[in-house]
């Protein structure tokens, strides 16, 4: 993800000592937030200023919206899905509440109201909590999913400030005692599993949910290597690519 090796410096003074013109930077983060697609983006534009000539940098946006990630989203996820359960939980990784404020551009828009991620807004362009809820809409539509048969909650808070509500740990353990015996949760901020996917919803999540007097919980594993994705990877390098010829 955001480290590990190849560092995304190697990759990058790799690139360009092999004398590549252009680089199309994917940051693999559906959502927008400063701790993930920013820090990645700000990465490499470090990298990049430290080298002589260096490549022109082309970034995918946010891709929370786009219908063949939604596609994709949805043909991985159909597997876990197709028997009985009561109750689809979105789970976001978590961000503090002051993210939101400094993310937008109006500064008057995110967290003012209780519809402001429904209510269009410049600031939905940066704003994760907005981006979330709207893969949540674009999947649960896609595969004829009711309100009512599913929720969205955030995981992974740190520190005392404020994170984004409602905690996941809470919402599974609301959802047991309310009655859902059969809950299937599915971490779309994230494109491949990962010590937050597997060990805190799948372990931890797990044993929160059968404490509060659920049956069976099972998580929805995140993309992976699912040929659907790969596929649309490709997709989108192709496009860019005629794009770079084209200019």
């Keep these: 993800m955001r480290y590990g090796n ?60 786009k219908p063949e990630y939604i596609a994709s989203l949805t043909e991985s996820a159909a597997l876990r899905l197709e028997d009985d359960f009561d109750h689809l939980l979105f789970s976001y990784h978590g961000l503090p509440e002051r993210h939101l404020r400094k993310t937008d551009p109006t500064g008057s828009h ?6 402001c991620c429904v209510t269009p807004s410049p600031a939905h362009a940066t704003c994760y909590r907005h981006q979330c809820y709207r893969t949540t809409q674009l999947f649960a539509e896609k595969i004829g999913l009711p309100p009512e ?24 353990a609301r959802l047991a005692r309310s009655g ?9 901020a ?7 996917t597997l ?8 044993e929160t949910f059968l404490e509060a007097g659920g049956e069976e ?11 659907r994705w790969i596929l649309t ?13 084209k200019s």
Aim: proline share 9%.
């Design 149 to 172: 048969r599913y929720s969205v909650s955030f995981q992974s808070r740190l520190g005392r400030d404020p994170w984004l509500q409602p905690y996941t740990e809470a919402e599974i």
């Design 199 to 206: 060990e805190e919803i799948g372990i931890r999540g797990k």
């Design 6 to 65: 190849p560092s995304i410096e190697k990759a990058i003074r790799q690139f360009s000592a092999r004398g590549v013109e252009k680089i199309f930077l994917l940051p693999l983060y559906p959502h927008y937030a400063m701790s993930t697609v920013e820090t990645v983006v700000v990465e490499a534009e470090r990298v990049l200023k430290k080298i002589k000539n260096p490549p022109a940098l082309d970034v995918l946006p946010p891709f929370y919206d």
């Design 190 to 196: 994230f494109v491949s599993d990962c010590l937050e």
């Design 217 to 227: 919980f099972k998580l929805v594993p995140c993309m992976n290597d699912h040929r």
């Design 233 to 245: 990877i490709v997709q989108w390098c192709r496009e860019w690519l005629g794009e770079a010829v």
């Design 180 to 188: 859902v015996r059969r809950l299937r949760v599915i971490c779309p």
């Design 110 to 115: 995110c967290l003012q109201s209780p519809d």
